[in-house]
């Protein structure tokens, strides 16, 4: 006899199985959550550091939940879901004094979701780039226009429906079929892109770093078509950067506020221990103190594919080949840092004179150097731990939300990448770890000469190793975006559907397509898939969206 009944029990309460589970409420089925941490939103966090009186995003930062459809569906502003568009976007600031300062191009429209384009802005940013590489300008003008054009038709089909079966004609198939795109960009790695699109080094350090802030991609990697086709389209501005007002954790109580109003239920400290499978279907879960809890209809995995492969599932049930595929399964954005700074006061970047609005959210800091991004950073990590130089994605917080921050102080981010997690031992980590802020800081004075330890309060350290344990395998990308690991393969080819090899068991983390981010598409998508199969409404229908 079970403890609890539920229509849908989701396996972790991360932004996505909430966005999912929203839907399904909607629907009128009886959902119940449950999480292993004393808090429901995954990687939705916020906490009271470096210092007190400072709220730190613990994980997501760059924030794109506004291009998600529950959103708007549920009204989430009245919820208490508050987004700060900061312009200019972002910036590139190079070791030289010059900068790059490129304005969103894309207008959202929070109340709706509508999206207009920004003409004024496209041709500020042109001008930008221009200054480095008038032909660079121009080959960003050229992908933009076919962006608009049809590309982005496509990418938007892509980001909002479940990838079409592996083995049939993907829409990356369709794309290389029409001719229009050069035959080896599926092939080419991020690097190889970027030495082929552009002539200037600012431009080549600019596509290499923005990818990696996008899935912690290394240039080595060879990533997805799709993500390629809407990176080239968008290094002439795309989408703005939001911030939440009050920490990112405030998008998951948003979201929780609103499934709490549609009858959901939450148990936090309630870890899953297995999953049972009667003839084949799924049929609730085991909690690790013994609870069991009925599921009528669904059960819906929050948590990565190698938990659920070899943990929730008894081995027999999983063939050898996919046990395999899973393992298998790889990341190289555990190799982030995220250093959060508190500080008296903003970095004061030397170049801002000549270059106004370049103290942007989302703000690069780079030599203008692409040889050493792209051939010798990784091995200088693998050898010393740090890097010779930094190639530094910061933010600046406290310069859009005050709040971040005690009156009159800062609240920065610094992001770079290092070497993966394995790579060393957690000895070794922690050594690596206390070099770090002011290796960070030594960098950042080339650039603000006010960023000295006497303007830092305190700093906080996040490593790839720590993301991993406390986010179990997947850390914050949900594994790489990899070709192999993209679309139609994202986490594996039986899986790719949101469904697994065990009937009414689905999958909705960002392991799943299109990619881990902070956009909530995995758990929209993954009620797509579910509404197919169960009839469920067609709230795209419903809300007069083609998607």
Known sequence: ??????????????HNALVTALYLARNGMK????????????????????????????????IRFFVCPALYDFNLREYGLQLV??????????????AMVIWGTRHVDLETGKVSFVEENFQKNLQSIARFSEKDAETCAKWASRAGQGYGEKIEEWLYNPPRPAGTLTMEDEIMASGAIDPRWPYMSIGELAYDLFESEAMRVYFMRLAQGHA??????????????????????????????????????????????MGGEFFVNSEVDKIIVENGAAKGIVLADGTRVEAKQLVINGADPKQLTFRFL?????????????????????GVIWATFALHELPK??????????????????PLDADYLRFRKLGDCHRNGLPARFFHHLTHDTAFVPSYAPPGKHLCLVEDYLAEDRFFTKSEWGDIRKRIPEALLEDWRRFAPNMTTDNVIDSYVLLGPDL????????????????????????????????THIKNLYGCAQSQHPGGSSWGLPGYNCYKAIAGDLGLEKVWETAGRQY
């Open 468 to 499: 991993h344990e406390r986010f179990t395998w997947d850390a914050w990308s949900g594994y790489g975006h990899t070709a192999p690991q993209m679309g139609s393969f994202r986490p594996i080819p039986e899986w790719s559907g949101y469904r």
């Open 216 to 261: 912690g991609s290394y240039p080595h990697v060879v990533q997805g078509l799709m993500s390629t086709l809407h990176q080239v389209g968008s290094m002439a501005g795309g989408l703005p950067i939001s911030i939440a007002v009050g920490g990112t954790h405030t998008i998951a109580h948003a979201l929780q506020r609103a499934l709490s109003s």
């Open 85 to 98: 568009m900061p312009e200019p976007s972002q910036s590139c600031i190079f070791d030289d004094g010059q």
């Open 31 to 62: 959902v119940g959550v449950f999480d292993r941490r004393n808090e429901i939103g995954g990687e939705f966090c916020s906490d009271e550091l470096p210092a007190p009186g400072f709220l730190m995003n613990t994980c997501a930062t760059f």
């Open 349 to 366: 970047y030397t170049v801002e004179e000549e270059y106004p609005g370049c103290l942007t959210q989302r703000c690069y800091l780079s």
């Open 314 to 334: 008894a081995p027999e049930l999983t063939s050898e080949m996919t046990k395999r595929r899973v393992k298998n399964l790889w990341g190289d954005n555990y």
């Open 1 to 14: 006899m079970a403890d609890n009944t539920y229509d849908a029990v989701f396996i972790g309460g991360g």
